[in-house]
């Protein structure tokens, strides 16, 4: 199956968004590490349907105006990652949940390391919300985008939080 890929500008830098026509496969950081993601091939179309409405959605949550995407989502990873991944998908908008919650989440309360592999392999970084996950001691922990980015995202969402609910 083909993948397709358009670069978009972020606050956060440019981001590689990537999908196949079944729905969104990646959003890449600018420096990612290459083996962090492995998609193969991929083809630039700027007009991609779901690239495109990929970019518009991520537009609106940095404008402060989206908390949650509707995007259809081609996930792919083990059968563990796709777990732990849907899991973050289960993280409220300005929530933060640690490594060890969503390893009893998932009923497996000595799989914290795993769980923050899986995390850190999660392909489709800010839909599928992987920098709402911190350590136990509340302190920010590995993000292939980086701490700083981490922390701008999770500053995004505590700032408009209290702005979206009200609309």
Known sequence: MKLFYKIMNSP???????ASDK?????????????????????????????RETERQLEEYF???RK???????????????DVWEALLAIP?????????LAKQLGNPKATRAVG????????????????VIGSSGK?????????TKAHLLELEARNGNLLKSK
């Open 23 to 51: 729905g969104l496969v990646a959003i890449l950081w600018e420096n990612d590490n290459p083996r962090r993601v492995r998609l193969g091939d991929l083809v630039g179309d700027g007009k991609h349907p779901i690239l």
């Open 93 to 101: 908008f300005g929530e933060t949940r640690s490594y060890g919650q």
């Open 140 to 148: 920010l922990t590995g993000f292939a985008g980086g701490l700083e």
């Open 12 to 18: 956060v830098g440019k981001l590689k968004l990537v």
């Open 117 to 132: 592999a899986a995390n850190g392999r999660n392909p489709i970084s800010i839909v599928v919300p992987c920098h709402r």
């Open 63 to 65: 404008a402060g105006k």
């Open 68 to 82: 949650s995407f509707s995007l259809a989502l081609d996930m792919r990873g083990t059968r563990f990652q796709n």
